[in-house]
Each structure stands twice: as C-alpha cells, then as structure tokens.
C-alpha cells in the first residue's frame, strides 16, 4: 500500500499487487519453528508479516502477510531449505475473491481465456477450493456460481478428502 498523492496520474497506479493474508498449511511439526518463520520473512517476496497460529482444528500453520502479484497466476505450494532438509507446504489465501479455478486469474471458470467452448469447465482444474483459507464461505460461492448438485460439490472437493498434492517445482 501507498500513501495517496494528490499529483499523480491515475493512469499510472500499477494495481498488479496486492497486500493478502496467506496460510503456509501443510509443514510437520518440527518445522513449525521462530526460526523458520525468520527465514520465511526473509526468503517470502514481498513479505511483511509471518506469524504461527493455530486453526479450529487445533492445527498450526504459518499465517504469512504478503504481497501478491495479481495478474499471474496465484502460487499454490511454497519450497524452501531449512539447513538441508526441503520443505514443502500448499498455500491458502485469506479473503480471496472469485477466482477461476483452472488458470488462477479472473473471476470464474466462465471467463477462463484458457477454456474452448467444447470443453467442460469442470474437468482439468489447477485449483479448487483449499486454496481460500475459509472454505465455509466459499463452498456455497462455488455452489452458487457453479450450479452444482451437493454431491457433485462432494466429488468436485475429492470425497470430502483432500486434493492437494505437493508440487515437485
């Protein structure tokens, strides 16, 4: 964020970041350390802020304040090095708006400049529902905005299980 001016041109505010909350979910335990919340710090672009907390569940997990750049496609898995060890963890982001779950920029899968007119919009997604950080809010979002039945909604989710898969990028 930056302080309004008066003088500048509005035709030249760059609106491609954006300040969000990002949950780092996924780490074992052991990993869930001050010192790797000061190397994510340093090592997250753009970071802020990078705090441990814990879920409903009782879960912990880094809640990272961050810059995002808004016009590529959102990250969904963060790598890091901890000394030798690779650690890998998936990304849920607070507050998300709609978002279209196959390319991860726009608002839905309607507008997806990826999708042909002969493909199902439902089939082949980069993403779903575990990358927003409050997926109460969201399932019925995706219920509305999608106009599916409630155990497609299931299926869609993976069976109630999780669908994340750590990336090997």
């Known amino acids: 964020m930056k302080e309004w001016a008066r003088n500048i041109d509005p035709l030249r505010i760059n609106f491609s970041e954006c300040l969000f909350w990002i949950h780092l979910r996924g780490l074992k335990d052991e990993f869930l350390t001050k010192d790797v919340a000061s190397k994510l710090a340093a090592d997250f672009e753009r970071c802020d802020s990078v705090k441990l907390k814990k879920d409903k569940m009782g879960r912990n997990?880094?809640?990272?304040?961050?810059?995002?750049?808004?016009?590529?496609?959102?990250?969904?898995?963060?790598?890091?090095?901890?000394?030798?060890?690779?650690?890998?963890?998936?990304?849920?982001?607070?507050?998300?708006?709609?978002?279209?779950?196959?390319?991860?920029?726009?608002?839905?899968?309607?507008?997806?400049?990826?999708?042909?007119?002969k493909a199902d919009p439902r089939k082949n997604l980069a993403y779903d529902l575990w990358i927003k950080a409050s997926i109460e809010k969201s399932w019925i979002v995706f219920k509305l905005e999608e106009d599916l039945e409630a155990n497609e909604v299931i299926q869609a989710l993976g069976g109630g299980q999780s669908r994340f898969k750590l990336s090997d990028e």
């Open 61 to 117: 997990f880094f809640r990272i304040r961050a810059k995002v750049i808004v016009d590529c496609p959102i990250q969904r898995t963060l790598q890091f090095l901890v000394g030798d060890a690779l650690i890998s963890g998936y990304l849920a982001y607070k507050r998300l708006p709609n978002l279209c779950f196959r390319c991860g920029l726009g608002d839905s899968v309607k507008q997806c400049p990826t999708l042909s007119e």
